[in-house]
């Protein structure tokens, strides 16, 4: 909050539906007390869960808000960076995937949240043309559908902290007013409801079997 980096208002995410508030991490990098902390965080946690399971040898961020995070990791975990573009390039190279990576390498996809997955599925099916991808580790998990999503694709999501967790601290220390979150954590608590609806309407399994005549 104290860098700007939670609002509240309306806002359209790139899904284009909307949003009673944004978090942009693309701020962090101007507060570099602030950018080296959350990588702190992010270090803490892949070194205590992921890591004693699971051998890492590329880190791979995502422009343009995971690119920062996914650096300051690389640079304090010792671990190669790689970056995975949104468009591959018409020029050039015409690379889709920046930095050295090996074949069968297994990469750690970090980012800065997470909604639905969608896009998160996009970039880790770009990686795993060329190495092994099974964790994400985000910062915020918006809560949205975006953990069942990963896991069907076999992705799984390590969020260092829940959307509903953040606005219960803020309202804590009195940092969003109650009427403010009373309407996100309505629009979360919506929004969750309907990506268990949508996942049932997928699954063919939880329809039911017409009853025998």
């Not at 205590?48 to 650096?71: F, H, M, S, Y």
Request: neutral net charge.
């Amino acid at each position: 909050m104290r860098m700007g980096a939670v609002k509240f208002g309306d806002f359209r995410l790139s899904s284009g539906a909307r949003s009673p508030y944004y978090i942009d991490l693309r701020l962090a990098p101007s507060y570099p007390d602030a950018l080296d902390r959350i990588g702190d965080l992010y270090v803490e946690f892949v070194k205590n869960e992921i890591q004693p399971k699971w051998k890492i040898d590329r880190i791979a961020g995502v422009p343009t808000a995971g690119l920062p995070v996914a650096t300051v990791v690389s640079q304090k975990m010792r671990i190669p960076l790689i970056y995975v573009r949104k468009e591959q390039r018409a020029h050039g190279l015409g690379k889709s995937i920046e930095g050295v990576v090996n074949t069968n390498d297994n990469v750690l996809l970090v980012d800065d949240l997470v909604t639905t997955g969608h896009s998160t599925i996009e970039e880790a099916a770009i990686l795993r043309g060329r190495g092994n991808v099974g964790h994400v580790v985000v910062l915020v998990d918006r809560e949205q559908g975006g953990p069942g999503n990963l896991q069907r694709e076999g992705l799984q999501l390590h969020p260092l902290a829940k959307i509903t967790d953040v606005f219960a601290y803020l309202r804590e220390l009195e940092m969003i007013p109650p009427n403010t979150y009373e309407v996100v954590m309505e629009y979360v608590r919506a929004s969750t409801k309907t990506s268990a609806q949508q996942v049932v309407a997928s699954d063919p399994s939880q329809t039911e079997s017409p009853e025998p005549t």
